[in-house]
């Protein structure tokens, strides 16, 4: 019988799991290799290239060379690439399949840059570049002076609506109380009364207390009536008060509204209402992607990371943790230096607790840079944390730069518009939050000393062109929103209004035809109101003028009268008194 | 087709039931469990270094990894119900700190789901495995030679790689 033991089984065990071992260990930079791009390109849902992997044992460290990491929504741009990725990582946690890594160093970090080739994209991705061949045609058809008056939000509209509301608000009332006033009868019943009252010889204490009696009770209707008429009196002022503004608004709405809607009238509005997104949106993106890299690249990343975790749960299985070790998070980088290059000048950024399981380690992944003058700029400082939870991101992050050299740096170059920044400096500063994935934050962007080249095929695009060569200043106001991984930039300036001036100057019979015609329209839907603001304002004065009357009359009847019997009575006392002393 | 060659050599042949039977129960184990962990190492171990055939080890591991396909969800609820019952958690605390519970891969729900139902199921798989082998030499492979489509195949290509595989 044979023995159950196969000894060349043992050997052939050896040979087999010896080979498997030796060939890992021979080829492990390309397993490195291929599971990093395999597991990088997951995570950004696009292709992700590494030229060449090496690695050490003690301490066991990897370094990736020449990374490149197609843009899901670009593939001919790289999101970002890096000249060298090098990284001390534990051996320990790798058996519980978690990446800590103590030490990472990131150099010649770039961001939009052109690929090669155009990289390969897994996940669906919303196409979001902008077709601007057909805005600055020929053929644009302007739209009617109707048209543009039911489409825009008219301040003249506004204006004649608030007059309307507070001329409704104050008539009815100033009304009631107009009418409510004393009549030039009773005031005539206050002044016989009063005459009355003086006129009569006291003989005798109760007569004199009689008159008293009466005095008062003329001084007690006076007072009342009185005080109507200054209540009507506050109330005038107070409605004149709030009349008097609306009236000059609805005065100066129409003009407002004409300087607004005339470059739309003349044709060119919508052609040119986006022109600062058209010429300086490109740069303003590829600026960005090095100003909100932690939340444009890496934060992203490793959300994708996370959902994919939870994803994989199901068919995969799932790697769970027990004990002391469950507060290790499945990728750690404890600290990093990462340096970025923009034009050759090299920035360094440090971050410490790099991972997407913020909750595990109890801290959240700080970000700075603190750069002082270079080749470049004057200074540049950058501050964010963010914590990444079940909940999504949160997280905030400040800059400020100042004296940023800008050159030959191409804008539009679009259909009948190309453009060239050939110098200028950049100074920007602004702040972005993040809450739940979602982006909220402003940030301004200040060119000077501009010196930019351009040149128009039409109408349009000349006067787009003769703007942008004279332009020496410009702020760009950035809104910056959207969720993670698609970021929202929206740029805005003065440079439509100016452009639209320059168009103004130089308008057609046709399109001056159509502009008087756009103002008579605004001003007719004023003309009306006005004359009744003008008359309601005449009437409420006519009204306070009479109430003033009134008031001075009463004071003066009052106040002459009432001293008129005082200073009677108190003659007759005091002779009666000297009658007496002197016997 | 060399391997089903085999495979038929080895159910006609002088083989012991016993060997065909640990081959078809090894190879049930590497196919319904991921191939990364110590377990795959114990198997090839078990199959290479005692006399198991190792035709039917690869035959029952093709078969069953196409049978774990549908199977793996399944498989994965399993492991983690295991792995998040109260009562065994300071077993799998314990282990989790060793070395080798961490080689095991315990902690993953489809590693350990996967093999706890294989290692179940491995003794039945033998029994019934030894007895098929048995009940095919005595009452099929007879019948089975005799049929037309047999004599077919005794004609064509396939006989003839199988006869010289024997030889």
Redesign the interface.
Known sequence: M?????WQ??V??FV??GSLAAIIVLFLDTWIRLGAQAGLGKATGAEVNIGSVSHTWSPFGVTLNELQFTDPKAPTTNQMQADTVSAKIELAPL??RKLIISDLIVEGTQFATQRDSKGEVYVDVEDDTTDAKSLFGDAIKPPSVDEILAKSPLKTTQAVEDTQAVIARHEDKLKAQFEALPSKQVLADYQARAKALSEVDYKNPAALAKAKQDFDQLKKDVLADKQKITDFKDSVQQAKAELGPQLQTLKNAPSQDYEQLKAIAAGDQDAIQDVTQLVFGEQAAKWSKYVLAAFDVIAPMLNNQAKQTEEN?????????????SGLPDLWIKQAKISVTYQGESVASKWTDITHQHDLIGKATVFSIDSSASALWQSLALNGDFWLNDLGLKAQQSWRLAGLKLSDMPLANIDKLSSELQQGLLSSNGGLDIVNNQLSGKGIVDLSQLAIQASGDNKLTNAIANTLNQLKTLQLNTDIGGTLGDLDLNISSDLAKQIGSALISSVTPEQQQKLDDLKAKLNAKTSGLLGDTDGALGQWSEWEKLAEGDVSSLNKVLEAQLNNAIDKQKNKIKDKLFEKLLG | MGLLAKLLKALNSDSSPWQLAFGFALGMIMGLT?ILGLHT?LV??G?????VNVSAFLVSWAAFSLLAIPL??T??NF??SL??AESM?GI??AF??T?LG??TQF?????L?SLVVSLILFPFTLLLSKQLVEKYRKTFMQWVNQLRIVQLIKGSGFYHLYQSVGN
């Open positions: 044979k023995s159950i033991i196969r089984g043992l052939a065990f087999i799991f058996l519980l749960k199901g068919v995969e299985g799932q790697w769970l943790a027990f004990d002391d070790t | 991921p190492l090839a171990f199959v290479l270094f005692f006399r793996s969800a498989f994965a492991g983690e792995l998040l958690q799998w605390t989790y700190s070395y961490q080689l902690y993953h729900t489809l590693t789901g």
